[in-house]
């Protein structure tokens, strides 16, 4: 296995428990960066996991024959397995351990590319209204952008302190129930800071902390890699409804059910 090769600072530590977030310039080198985004655009090109709805489109009705504004796939890995052994991996898990406990491990992972000149905002949300409103989470997520990621191609932005607010409602991007990213009701968006990052730096952020990242204007794809790390959810004493989850009627849950017939 590789070592990990960074350690979060006390000021660190402590930015990202009172902020909801953290940024950092590297979390990895710039080979193993060169090396992910041929791997990342491979995945991209061939479709891969678009057949078990692991491959869709986070921000519009992903039509089978019209190209997705916001494709996304679960779990890479799977179709990648030397994604498994990686330095940005190590460090991640490294700095997890740090920020959430000895017992944070890895949870999954996920790719979002945002295509050159028309790639769509990724919406303000809390990643926890994605999940089940029955746990409690203690769960980070390290976004890595395998490219500059700027204001122009689609930084992440996030409001500080917003992780210490309970999940908020959330809809549908655009109301409509066939999509299958979420968006928050309403926002103040004043606060927000833009977090511009080179190759292989990255962002950690909470399962609440408010996050948005704007459309692609320019003409580069900007790929994010995304990394989860917890310690094992517990059951909550009071329970919540997420039903924005449940109005949810998406083109990747047919594709799902379609797959479990056949097998
Ligand atoms: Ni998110």
Known sequence: MIEPTIKLSDEQVASY???????????????EVARLREIYDRLFAQRVGREEGNQFDLAG??????????????????????????????????????????????????????????GAETPWHQDEA????????????????LQEANLENGCMHF??????????????????????????????????????????????????????????RSAISRRAYILGFGTPAKKRATPRDFYWNQMKKTAREERVQQMQKKS
């Open 61 to 118: 009705a992903d039509d089978e024959d019209a190209e997705a504004s916001l494709p996304q796939i679960l779990s890479p890995v799977k179709y990648a397995p030397e994604l498994a052994n990686t330095l940005c991996r190590a460090n991640a898990l490294a700095i997890a351990k740090q920020l959430l406990g000895p017992e944070a491990e890895y949870h999954g992972e996920h790719a979002i590319l945002k295509p050159a000149f028309h």
């Open 130 to 145: 994605y999940w089940d409103s029955a746990l409690e989470y203690n769960e980070l997520s390290v976004w890595i952008p």
């Open 17 to 31: 428990h009172r902020e909801g977030y953290l940024a950092i310039e590297a979390i990895t080198t710039h080979d």
């Open 159 to 216: 409001i500080p302190r917003s992780h210490q607010l309970e999940v908020m409602p959330h809809h549908s991007i655009n109301h409509d129930p066939r999509i299958h990213g979420l968006e928050i009701d309403k926002i103040d968006a004043a606060p927000a800071v833009a977090c511009p990052l080179p190759p292989g730096g990255a962002t950690f952020h909470g399962p609440r902390t408010l996050h948005y990242t704007p459309p692609n």
